[in-house]
């Protein structure tokens, strides 16, 4: 076995899987894991909802990965900025990006730009203290509308619809829970194009929409279709079973009064966002099932009266410099985590997994088994890889400081780690979120 060095741009979990299978079964690789930002976790610190603790227990499990010698955290780090292609291909074996999925898949719709209309992407970084994005949030609207029949619109809703103060046990920032506390929405209304069968919500975080005895949950009869091939998921699928089920049960609970409400639409698609200066009107289309999972629209439109739209309809991915990229599905062209070139030619040494491979699916668990196929590939292809023309494993972080940048490491990320939790004892909270990038930077060297 020869000694290979590799670094992974982005510490999110698929990155962290990456390296951990690869230092596992490479005994002698050595891991640089690279991230724009000075803080590790991707998704799971900036992409998951605050009142959702129990997700972010996968983060012990991704802290024992990055507290082994074998693996090496550089953060606060940007690739195509601070370092280049040609960089890293001149002081690694092989290159491996995890970079994710950070920005909204477009609708494409009359009105989705007029104010008042949001991307999920951004609202979830506003709520979750993402150091690039602007610290306050507009929440005066009474009714809103939320996009998507999947888990993030199901976290926008529920953020949207609870109290500010049923929040705070979380760890939301200071300035995010300042906005909460001025929230307007009392009505807030997700929107699904297909029926109850195809939706993508998980069944506990549907099931927890209605903990907050602050919030009822409506589900609309109109919509609710079950054909055949929605029997058929429904008997074939566990997941989909307990949503149905779920569903149901709403639909047969009366509504306790509750100051907030979060409406469940089926079988409505948007097709206009209406207004003059902002978002006054939704209109939707009612859908009706066609025997295969998909819908057809039937003429028949709703307006809805509301002040603001959130677009919960999917994440995409953003071009990588110097890396092919195919802009519809909005993923790096690759065969089994091997990059491919515009002539469908293979990479040399340049791999891809997680989202920015095969697109913004699944939960977070599903990255592993994609990662483990991407260093399948890698070592497979090992024996032709030349080993980089720089052998010294701290030169790149030498090309670092004679750019100016300003990395972090590992040993400050546990510095800003403990200073977050210190934090939140102080107000009987687990943790408080550190937001500012400088902040963060400064935290972890105090």
């Not at 890396?323 to 599905?329: K, N």
């Not at 080993?387 to 670092?400: G, K, N, Q, T, W």
Request: aromatic share 6%; net charge negative.
């Amino acid at each position: 076995m020869r000694k290979i060095r590799v670094a992974v741009i982005g510490a999110g979990p698929a990155g962290i899987y990456a390296s951990d299978i690869l230092t596992s079964e490479y005994p002698d690789a050595r891991v640089d894991l690279f991230d724009r930002l000075p803080a590790p976790y991707g998704l799971v610190r900036y992409g998951v909802a605050p009142d959702h603790p129990r997700i972010k227990e996968i983060i012990k499990a991704l802290r024992r990965v990055l507290s082994r010698d074998e693996i090496r955290f550089i953060g606060n780090v940007h690739y195509g900025t601070d370092l280049s292609l040609a960089d890293l291909r001149s002081h690694y074996d092989a290159v491996i990006f995890s970079t994710g999925a950070r920005h909204d898949r477009p609708l494409d719709i009359p009105g989705i730009d007029l104010p008042g209309s949001h991307g999920a992407a951004d609202f979830v970084s506003w709520y979750d203290g993402h150091p690039d994005v602007p610290r306050d949030w507009p929440l005066q609207a009474r009714e809103v509308a939320v996009l998507g029949a999947g888990n993030v619109a199901l976290d926008i809703a529920r953020v949207l619809a609870k109290p500010a103060d049923e929040q705070l046990g979380t760890e939301i920032p200071g300035n995010v829970y300042a906005g909460l506390a001025l929230n307007q929405a009392t009505d807030v209304h997700v929107f699904a194009r297909r029926g109850p069968a195809q939706i993508k919500f998980s069944p506990m975080e549907f099931r927890e929409l209605s903990h907050s005895p602050s919030v009822d949950v409506i589900v609309h009869p109109e919509g609710f279709e079950i054909d055949e091939a929605s029997q058929k998921a429904i008997n074939s699928t566990k997941a989909t079973k307990l949503v149905v089920d779920t569903m149901m049960k709403y639909m047969d609970r009366e509504p306790t009064g509750a100051p907030h409400r979060i409406h469940i639409h089926l079988c409505q698609a948007p097709v206009a966002v209406l207004g003059t200066d902002r978002v006054e009107v939704l209109r939707t289309e009612r859908t009706e099932l066609i025997g295969d999972g998909t819908v057809r629209g039937t003429g028949e439109f709703t307006d809805w009266p509301v002040q603001a739209v959130y677009r919960a309809v999917g994440y995409m991915s953003s071009h990588l410099a110097d890396l092919p990229f195919d802009h519809h599905a909005g993923v790096i062209p690759n065969d089994a985590g091997r990059v491919l070139d515009a002539d469908w030619m293979v990479v040399d040494a340049t791999y891809v997994t997680g989202w920015i491979k095969r697109g913004p699916i699944g939960l977070i668990g599903h990255t592993k088994s994609d990662a483990a196929e991407t260093v399948s590939s890698l070592l497979a292809d090992l024996p032709a890889i030349a080993p980089p023309e720089v052998s010294d494993p701290d030169a790149i972080l030498e090309v670092l400081a004679g750019r100016g940048v300003d990395y972090t490491t590992w040993a400050e990320w546990e510095r800003l780690d403990a200073h977050e939790i210190a934090l939140g004892a102080e107000q009987g909270r687990e943790r408080v979120k550190v937001v500012p990038r400088e902040d963060m930077i400064a935290a972890g060297r105090a």
